[in-house]
C-alpha cells in the first residue's frame, strides 16, 4: 500500500498600508491605508523592497507597510 504524504502549504505573508505611497519601483501605483501590499498579490518583490517599505529606511522616512498576523 502507498504512503499518503502530507501536504503542507506555504502561506505567503500578506501585508497592509499604514501610510499613503505611490510605489516608484512600479510605475507609481498608489497604495492608500489598508491596502494590500503588493498589487495584485502574487506580484513577486524582493525581501530588500520589503524591509525598505516596512521601516523607515524609505523617502517618505516613514513605515509604508506592516505585516498582516493571520
Known amino acids: 500500500m502507498a504512503e499518503k504524504k502530507k501536504s503542507t502549504t506555504v502561506k505567503k505573508v ?3 498600508v499604514v501610510n499613503y505611497f505611490e510605489d516608484l519601483q512600479d510605475k507609481r501605483k498608489a497604495y ?3 491596502d494590500r501590499f503588493p498589487k495584485p498579490a502574487n506580484k ?14 524609505n523617502k517618505q522616512g516613514k513605515v509604508l ?4 498576523e493571520e
Open 65 to 68: 507597510i506592516k505585516k498582516i
Open 44 to 57: 513577486k518583490v524582493s525581501d530588500e523592497r520589503i524591509l525598505e517599505l516596512s521601516t523607515v529606511d
Open 32 to 34: 492608500n491605508v489598508g
Open 14 to 16: 500578506k501585508y497592509e
